[in-house]
Each structure stands twice: as C-alpha cells, then as structure tokens.
C-alpha cells in the first residue's frame, strides 16, 4: 500500500526520496561500449544489436522499403492520431521560436544578436519491451521547427530486426532525416563519435535507460545534450474535493512506466489520503502492468498530508517534480506560486497523460529535482545565439582608451595594445 506520511514526521531527505548513489558498474560498461563504438564502428554497433537486442543486422539504416511497410501496418486510426498529435506539438513549440535583434546606435555602432539551429542532431528513441511513438514526435518537432537540417533518429530492433511500425511511422509524421537500428549507450556513441554509416551529430536528445543515460553523461562536450534524465516522477497537488479514483488512477500512470518511478501526492485532506490509498490497491489489482507499477509504489510512492495547501505549495517546489498536477478548485491561484516543475496541469479534468501525447507542450521534462534550474525539451535546446559588434572608426576612437584601461587593469598589455595599434601612426594598416 502507498505511504501515508504527515509533512511534520518527515525530514527533507524523505521529502525528496531520491538516492543520488553512484553505479560504477554501469559507469564501466558504458566506459567499455563507447570504447568498442570508437575503434569499430559499424561492427560494433551489429555485435551489439545481436547481444543486447537478439537482432543479427546486415545493414544499420532503415530503408525507404521498411517504411512503406510500416506505414502499411500501422492502423489508420493511429495514423491520425499521430498526425493530430503532431500538429498540436508543432503549434505550441512555433511559438517558441527565438527571435534575434539588432541596436543600431547614433555613432554608427551595430550590436544584434543571431539564433542559427545546429547543423545535424541525434535523438534517441528508447524501445526493447516497450515502443514509444510519443517520444518520436516530443524530441523530433522541436528540431524541425527549429530549423534542422538533418534529424537522425536510433532506436533498438526487435529480434527481427525490425523496428517497431509505430515508431517509423511516428518518424514519417514528425519528419526524421535518416533512422538507424542502434539502442543503449552503444547509439549514444554512435551518435556522439559517427561511424561508418552514422554520422556524428551536434546535439543528442531523448530518454533512456541508465546505460543511455550514463552515455550521455560521458559524451557531453564531444557533443551538446538536452539533459540525463532519471526516472519518471508525478506529484499531485489534491485538495478535498478531488475524486480519489482520478488520483489514484493519475499517480498509477506514472508508476506503470518504471519500478523506479515517484508517484506522489500531496494533499491537506486526511480523507482524501485514505480514500486513494483504498483505490490504488484496487486499481493495482486489474493494471496490466501492475508488478512493476507495485514496485514503484512500495518504494517510491507516498502520500505527504500537510495541515494547508500553502504548505503543500512548498513541498511543490522542494520536491520539483518532472510532473506536477495542480487538482484543486482554482489551480490558476496557485499557478504563480509553483517555482519548481518541468510541466504543470492545471485542473482536476488534465491527466498528465494529456501531455504525454496530445495537448503540445513537450513531455521531455527535467527529473530528479533539476526542474530547479532546467526546462523542458523545446526549440531553444536545438539553436544556438550568437552576438555580433560593429564599430565605425569614429566610434572605437571614442571607445580605446576605455578599453585600453580595462585590459591593462587585467594585466593584459596585447589586449590593450590591438586597440591603440589602430590609432598610432607606427601601426600602419587601413584606417
């Protein structure tokens, strides 16, 4: 049964219920596979795919033919949903798109600002007993809306050797640029260092498990990231007047997707907390994936009873979930007040399912507390901002002996000399 906690009882350490211990093991193998992807590329990745996959490959890349069969496969109603889908995310992120500027000043100095997207990125879509077409559509739109050339996309194969229908016909919708049979650390380092057939990217994106997640810790600098996400979390802000089957039913959607997942809830009603912890039994009792969800709420699950909503506001923001359910009667008097959250649901009517799929916002969101400081996947993790200066003659004659002054207050004599140099008649050169 869930956890029921009073918030006076817990020490902030079990207000956040997040074990931060390091896994060498992990760490080591990771080490290992990114190695063996350095020194031989294309044969490793294949060794790989059969070892960890059960898949032998003759060739990495999906082709055009294996896409049309998909698209084929898929049901038609799906593909509509996809598309529906794919039209709200491509709505919401245009709206994110960054816009440069230019100051044009009186003495004829021009300072701006530029957005240019990188030139290839790499996202990772994770597969093995589960596929995940979702993740297809929340990390690839972003990268197209933002104007990205090329958008590779690796994801593990069955047994087969084939990838999941609804995965390549995801990829159609959302528009990635080539699509490669590669999962765990080893497409990691595929995408970080290229390989015969993968080439390397600028930026790699998307979820995965602690191998993925190890390998894009190793590989950033080689490359950009958008951030190590952990698993996945659910904080639900309830007050009284909640349904506790909604609330059993919205912690149970997030403890399905991992053992390791958080489902919390947080509420000043002592009736509401005994009531969904009755409902999660019951509704364990018939979930499909109910081992695993089980798991998660016998290790990581709780219900935190607080004397107020002001309190539960707090916990909020010192838990800083991924996903954060506002279910109380005026969730927009509270939204101001949340400091801390990757994706904020407003209302007892908006199951953080509706963000997992359909409404636009990106579900690619920080865990493990890092909401603190990071945001969710969008646009922006996919341009980079570049400043730009001009100055006219007249305009860094007004400027040298500021700048001089600066530069010999650092100690920096050649800095200081590469402005003067321009106005000393033994400098020579264009004037």
């Known amino acids: 049964m869930i956890r029921l906690y009073r918030l006076q009882d817990l020490a902030p350490g079990q207000i956040l219920n997040r074990d931060p211990a390091a896994q060498p093991e992990v760490e080591a193998a990771v080490d290992a596979i990114?190695?063996?992807?350095?020194?031989r590329g294309d044969d490793a990745l294949r060794d790989y795919a059969l070892r960890f996959d059960g898949a032998k490959l003759d060739a990495l890349e999906v082709t055009p033919a294996?896409?049309?069969?998909?698209?084929?496969?898929v049901d038609p109603a799906f593909l509509d949903i996809l598309r529906q889908a794919a039209a709200n995310?491509?709505?919401?992120?245009?709206?994110?798109?960054?816009?440069?500027?230019?100051?044009?000043r009186e003495d004829g100095v021009v300072l701006g600002q530029k957005y240019t997207p990188v030139a290839r990125a790499g996202v990772y879509v994770p597969g093995g007993t589960a596929a995940y077409p979702s993740t297809v559509l929340m990390d690839v739109i972003p990268a197209r809306v933002a104007g990205v050339p090329e958008i590779l996309m690796t994801t593990p194969p069955g047994p087969d050797g084939r990838v999941a229908p609804a995965i390549l016909a995801a990829a159609s919708v959302a528009g990635v640029t080539h699509i490669y049979k590669a999962g765990g650390a080893q497409a990691i380092a595929a995408l970080a260092y290229g390989t015969r057939t993968i080439p390397a990217v600028d930026k790699i994106v998307g979820p995965g498990n602690v191998y993925v997640a190890a390998a894009k810790r190793r590989v950033f600098g080689q490359v950009g990231i958008d951030m190590v996400a952990g698993p996945s979390e659910i904080l639900v802000l309830a007050d009284g007047g909640c349904d506790p089957a909604w609330v059993a039913a919205d912690?149970?959607?997030q403890a399905e997707h991992d053992r390791l997942a958080s489902p919390v809830l947080v509420t000043d009603s002592e009736a509401l907390a005994r009531a969904v912890?009755?409902?999660?039994?019951?509704?364990?009792?018939?979930?499909?994936?109910?081992a695993i969800a089980r798991a998660s709420i016998e290790a990581n699950g709780k219900i935190i009873l607080c004397d107020n909503l002001d309190q539960g506001v707090e916990v909020c923001n010192t838990i800083a979930p991924e996903h954060l359910e506002l279910c109380v009667a005026d969730p927009f008097a509270l939204l101001g007040r949340i400091r801390n959250a990757g994706s904020i649901f407003l209302g007892r009517h908006v199951p953080e399912a509706l963000g997992d799929y359909f409404a636009g916002p990106n579900h690619t969101l920080p865990t493990g507390g890092t909401a603190r400081f990071s945001s969710p996947l969008g646009v922006e993790d996919?341009?980079?901002?570049?400043?730009?200066?001009?100055?006219?003659?007249?305009?860094?004659?007004?400027?040298?002996d500021q700048v001089a002054g600066f530069a010999m207050q650092e100690g920096l004599a050649a800095h200081a000399r590469s402005v003067t140099i321009r106005f000393a008649e033994e400098g020579g050169g264009a004037q």
Not at 89 to 104: D, N
């Open 34 to 39: 990114i190695a063996q992807v350095r020194a």
């Open 277 to 290: 912890q009755m409902q999660v039994e019951e509704q364990l009792a018939v979930l499909p994936r109910a």
């Open 66 to 73: 294996e896409m049309e069969q998909a698209l084929e496969q």
């Open 382 to 400: 996919f341009v980079k901002r570049s400043s730009f200066i001009y100055y006219t003659p007249d305009a860094l004659a007004a400027a040298k």
């Open 89 to 104: 995310i491509e709505a919401f992120h245009r709206r994110q798109l960054p816009q440069g500027f230019v100051i044009t």
């Open 251 to 253: 912690l149970l959607s």
